[in-house]
């Protein structure tokens, strides 16, 4: 782990804060407005085959990571009508957007999932994709909002110290940039 950015790639430790939003340009340039977050790394992602509720699903996204300090913060709008645990949250606000979830990063998810099913709390959403294990607890009832594991890999350690470097440089002009996966 580079010892510049130990906080923002810690596992166990809440990594980052996510909103799911109808009106996704206009949310991001908000979050720069009035907070300073950003950059934000935009991007475009087609999710297949993925675990939702039971069954399997596919839902596709736009999704944005930019910083505010050290707390990473990512917005999406889901761009079809797919079941998905973005269009759940939407569904259960219909006139605005919503707090989605917190993350974790892991060096186990799959001691999480164990972990979670223990305590009885149901797996919301998993995902495997580009090397990325990825599980979505429904701690809505007990905490009023979803528990995302990321899977720790090389990769996305640099990507994240990446993202927060760019915004600890930021001028605060062109909130929107491009994501390299997207």
Known sequence: MNSAFPRITATNQVSQISFVTR???????????????????????????????????????????????????QIVTQNDNNPSIYKEILDRNPHGDAFHHILALTDDIDGDLERYKKLGVELASYVEIKGMRVAFFDTI??????????????????????????????????????????
């Open 23 to 73: 009106h996704f340009e206009k949310t991001i340039k908000e979050w720069a407005r009035i907070t300073g977050a950003g950059p934000f790394f935009c991007g475009d992602f087609a999710l297949e085959n993925y675990y939702y509720r039971g069954k399997t699903s596919s839902c596709r996204t736009t999704v944005g990571l930019g910083f505010l300090g050290d707390m990473q913060i």
């Open 141 to 182: 009832g007990q905490l009023g909002f979803m528990m995302e594991y990321f899977q720790r890999t090389q990769f996305h350690d640099q990507w994240f110290r990446q993202i927060h470097q760019a915004h600890l440089n930021w001028d605060g002009k062109d909130p929107i940039q491009s994501h390299p996966l997207g």
